[in-house]
């Protein structure tokens, strides 16, 4: 059965989101009467109600407003904002947020471990089942594909689905492109080996950073 260790091409594009963003933690608590509508840009710091600094906005897509207090990351709806005096503010103090986004995460982890079985399929990001899983070592989860052959992967590269199934955060057609890439440009033991340091290096970073 042909082998191929997957590059850091899925490391990059992996679901995080699990990365924990914290649309799974509690939403925040309404913050204090605002002096102007909401408006986050990426780059725009953002307070809490009694002035202190929680983080930066990282970015705002599909009504989602990224915010990293520097140790963890969160996404918040536009309405968990309003504007004050010193600019945007939120309804949780920084030590609030993070204890909400790192218990989301360990909610997360236990989830989706959980559901890292034998023969659980494993999808893209738009909802094509990539393969199964035929073996789990430590971090490591191997994916058997269709025509016999199989890819490995790191656990923190997979992510949970709105359904609860398990998902990758990237394209069928970019899994197919890095698969092939990695079999064709690294066979045999050379693929494992640069592959397996490119994704270790990756994987430094820790999820929700």
């Known amino acids: 059965m042909k082998k191929t260790l997957i590059t850091a091409a899925i490391a990059a594009a992996a ?5 924990v963003m914290a649309q799974a933690a509690p939403a925040p608590t309404a913050a204090p009467a605002a002096t102007a509508a909401a408006n986050p840009t990426a780059g725009a710091k953002v307070f809490d109600a009694s002035g202190a600094e929680v983080g930066t906005v990282e970015a705002v897509q599909n009504g989602v407003v990224t915010v990293s207090t520097g140790t963890a990351r969160a996404g918040l ?17 920084k030590a ?10 360990a909610e997360n982890t236990a989830a989706k471990d959980a559901a890292i079985v034998a023969d659980a399929p494993i ?13 789990v070592e430590g971090d490591n989860v191997t994916l058997a594909l269709s025509g016999g052959s199989s890819a490995q992967l790191k656990k923190s590269y997979l992510g949970l689905g709105a359904d609860g ?13 890095a698969t092939q890439s990695a079999a064709a440009g690294q066979p045999g033991a050379d693929a494992a080996a640069t592959a397996g340091g490119t994704a270790a290096a990756a994987g430094t970073t820790p999820e929700g950073q």
């Open 165 to 177: 199934s398990l998902a990758l955060g990237m394209s069928a057609a970019d899994f197919a492109k």
């Open 15 to 19: 679901l995080a989101p699990a990365a």
């Open 123 to 135: 999808k893209s990001s738009d909802g094509v089942v990539l393969g199964t899983v035929s073996k």
């Open 96 to 105: 609030e947020l993070e204890s909400a986004v790192n218990g989301a995460k």
């Open 77 to 93: 709806p536009l309405n968990a904002f309003v504007t004050r005096d010193k600019g945007l503010t939120i309804g949780m103090t």
